[in-house]
């Protein structure tokens, strides 16, 4: 089966309130990157987590990006499997203030 690499240049003014940087895996997807770009002029702290239903699975909490770099959550061939239904969720403790990129393989199981 051919593998549907995708890249999903998500929202570019994350902020204090939750937003989708990935919708909802439609069958079983695989990330292989999320990076996090702090574009604010001063350090913020990230959350990124993994929800299914009303349950959130954290795989970064209350994290410190400082201003003008970024932060890659996956690295070293790691990989994340979600299910039909997941997303991945992002917020900031500051307006406006990261930029994300999600990176997976769409539709790995039929």
Sequence with gaps: MAQNFRNQLTH????TSPVDILAQADT??????????????SAVN???YIVNS????????????PA??????IDGGAKIILKSG???TAKSDTASSLN??????????S
Excluded at 12 to 15: D, K, V
Excluded at 54 to 65: A, F
Excluded at 68 to 73: A, K, R
């Design 54 to 65: 009303s349950n959130n699975t954290y795989l970064i909490k209350n994290c410190p990006v």
């Design 86 to 88: 997941d997303k991945i």
């Design 46 to 48: 990230v959350d990124v």
């Design 100 to 109: 994300a990129v999600v990176s997976f393989i769409d539709n790995i199981s």
């Design 12 to 15: 570019t003014a994350i902020g």
């Design 28 to 41: 079983f997807d695989t990330v292989v990157g999320i990076r996090m770009v702090n574009v604010a002029a």
């Design 68 to 73: 003008g770099s970024s932060l890659e959550l």
